[in-house]
């Protein structure tokens, strides 16, 4: 049985969103999390997730961190974390 569509982008931007926002200033998540709000079968959903992250770091509305360091969700390899961006610009 094929799986299922993914999420239109604009589901994953919500709750990508929500999350960040739930978390608030200085706290970070897992694309994963997010990824797991939207199925019960979610890793399917990891590159969705993640190409919606990346251009939403790309407009300045989330920010993606790998050990810290700024990250590319699209080319990161290994677990990232994204948080709102840091309203002091660091």
Do not use: H, K, N
């Amino acid at each position: 049985m094929p799986s299922a569509a993914p999420p239109p982008d604009e589901a994953i931007r919500a709750v990508l969103t929500g999350l960040a926002r739930q978390r608030g200033a200085g706290r970070s998540f897992c694309p994963s999390e997010a990824a797991q709000a939207l199925a019960a079968d979610w890793r399917p959903l990891m590159p969705a997730v993640r190409r919606v992250a990346a251009a939403m770091q790309a407009e300045g509305a989330l920010r993606a961190t790998q050990r810290g360091a700024p990250a590319d969700p699209l080319t990161a390899r290994g677990p990232i974390r994204l948080a709102l961006p840091d309203p002091r610009g660091g």
